[in-house]
């Protein structure tokens, strides 16, 4: 039997993937970065899958046809959903999709390095290695800040909180690869915003007709924290009529609902670091995730924070693809020795 050629540096593709829970996110060793939400849908029936034309459909796209689709957000609170087949395909769809995206080519090498939320890392690592294994010959999996502070060069006397839709992940960054003791997470995140905002609104607006979805929007478009109140119109449907609402006071008060742990969880991780350290680390903390751009969420962290000891924060200037970025620079140096075992 010959053997197999060893594939050259320009006939591999090199990608990093932040796979998240609300989206996820590509970069190649050839430029290209896209991003999709995480969903997946397949059609319901023969009515739906003659009107749409295909058998699976992804992200927006998917969300657009809902109403026809049995629709899956495969990851919740960080790990992959109920752990079901279903949801298990989805990932490996969804994993699937981000290197079509990628731009691999017929035929080409695949070697993968993939963000995940620290949970996920510690109860699905099996099922997302499986899913990631059907489209690429190597692979490391690691967890989403680490990428992050990896891709920022933040790797010494630093602090990364990855501020996702299912987790808000810790990463203390002390020149060497950080251990299960430097990472913590909390279910506190931006799904738990939603739902807090979902709940205020049909309390306070009860003709109302909001959904999680709608909700979502809003957020993403509108979140805030702080002393300063802000106006936030919104449209909703009240009986069929289109009505504005100003929910400023349920958008802050759903946004800051999160922040006390993040606080807390952070103060805790850098109060049993090496003493010598702290201080270092509280000078460097980096926030990142669709969380970091709440407006007002950099101040309202730093005077939480002044009576325990002077903090610094920065946000990152490209939270949909810091992760993606950050892996991918990981899959672009890590030795040979690490791929497979990270």
Known sequence: MPKKKKATRSSVLKVGIDLGTSRSAVAASTGRRRMVESYVGWPKDFIARKSLAT???????????????????????????DGTERDEEAVKELVGHLVELAGAREGQEVHAAVGVPAEALKVNRQAIKEAVSAYAEKLMLVSEPFAVAYGLGALDNAMV??????????????????????????????????????????????????????????KEQNGFVGDARKKVEVEVPVQGRTTVYDIGEEMRYACESILPPIVETMMDMIAKFDPEFQARVRSNIILAGGGSQIVGIKGYLEQATKDFA???????????????????ELARDMPEQYWGQV
Do not use: W
């Open 55 to 81: 058998d699976v459909l992804f992200g927006e796209e998917a969300l657009e046809h809902r109403l026809s689709l049995d629709l899956v957000r495969p990851l919740e609170n960080g790990v992959i959903r």
């Open 161 to 218: 909180i990855d501020i996702g839709a299912g987790t808000v992940d810790f990463c203390i960054m002390h020149g060497a690869m950080p251990g299960e003791e430097d990472q913590r997470s909390l279910l506190t995140a931006g799904d738990y915003v939603d739902r807090q905002l979902l709940e205020t609104l049909k309390e306070n607006v009860p003709e109302a007709g909001f959904t999680p979805n709608m909700v979502r929007r809003f």
């Open 310 to 328: 002077p903090c610094k924060f920065s946000v990152v200037k490209d939270p949909l693809f810091a992760g993606a970025e950050g892996a991918l």
